[in-house]
């Protein structure tokens, strides 16, 4: 099993940053893709952003150039670095891990962009 504890989310004007948090435990070896997820009201869940076990990343196209997803595994933590942020991204944002056939998600933290 693997568990997935977001932090980091809170309320920020238009135009502000943020950092998020995701830290792993348990059975962390061998996940082949980590990634983060949002999901408005009302909205399906969608890919913000992606990084694979050897540091290939891949973003959104609207968080291009704004957006940037790490990882530090001496920390078992994953990050989002999120700027300039838009109203339209209020949402609640999940990590994700990828792991064979299985994946985990966390229980989310909500982002809320509004002046």
């Known amino acids: 099993q693997v568990q997935l504890v977001e932090s980091g989310g809170g309320l920020v004007q238009p135009g502000g940053a943020l950092r998020l948090s995701c830290t792993e435990s348990?059975?962390?070896?061998?996940?082949?893709?980590r990634a983060w997820y949002r999901q408005a009201p009302g909205k399906q869940r969608e890919l913000v952003a992606q990084?694979?076990?050897?540091?290939?990343?891949n973003y959104e196209d609207s968080v291009k150039g704004r957006f940037t997803i790490s990882r530090d595994s001496a920390k078992n933590t994953m990050y989002l670095q999120m700027n300039n942020l838009k109203p339209e991204e209020t949402a609640v944002y999940y990590c994700?891990?990828?792991?064979?056939?299985?994946?985990?998600w966390g229980q989310g933290t909500q982002v809320t962009v509004s002046s």
């Open positions: 994700n891990a990828k792991k064979g056939r299985n994946e985990y």
């Open positions: 348990g059975s962390i070896f061998g996940i082949n893709v």
């Open positions: 990084i694979t076990s050897d540091g290939m990343t």
